[in-house]
């Protein structure tokens, strides 16, 4: 996973590291946490390695899935096909990586010969998240 800092998620403000500037948090080190903030809305992120807390910044919200659960970019879902697709190819997992509004997204799959799919969010089910 890339360690690229992105935008505050919240406000697309600018995020930083506490290494990296995040001033205040560097006078509490009895916390033995790593954090990433953002310097214009306030938000905060902690996790026990840098790498966590920029992953953790780093997650998009990217849609619902059936059962109403959400679903960040870089999940993982079982994607069951409906309608003409279901003939081809029986269900599978994948790896959320783009999701348009409303209900239209794309993944990369890792479990067989398929390299990426599109489907409906009626289509898909949570089955592993990186957190929450
Ligand atoms: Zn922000």
Same mark, same amino acid.
């Given at each position: 996973m890339s360690t690229e800092l992105l935008p505050c998620p919240c406000c697309n403000g600018k995020a930083e590291t506490s290494d990296g500037g995040f001033g205040p948090i560097d006078a509490m080190p009895m916390f033995n946490l790593f954090f990433v903030g953002c310097t214009d809305c306030g938000l905060l992120v902690a996790a026990k390695t840098l790498e966590q807390a920029i992953a953790a910044c780093n997650r998009r919200f990217v849609c619902l899935d059936k059962n109403g659960k959400k679903v960040f970019?870089?999940?993982?879902?079982? /994607?069951?096909?409906? %309608?003409?697709?279901?003939?081809?190819?029986?269900?599978?997992?994948?790896?959320?990586?783009?999701?348009?509004?409303?209900?239209?997204? /794309?993944?990369?799959? %890792?479990?067989?010969d398929f390299t990426c799919c599109s489907f409906y969010s009626s289509e898909i089910e949570l089955i592993e998240s990186d957190g929450e």
């Open positions: 970019a870089g999940d993982k879902v079982k /994607y069951t096909p409906q %309608g003409q697709a279901r003939q081809h190819m029986e269900s599978y997992r994948c790896n959320v990586t783009e999701f348009r509004a409303p209900c239209y997204g /794309y993944g990369l799959c %890792g479990e067989n």
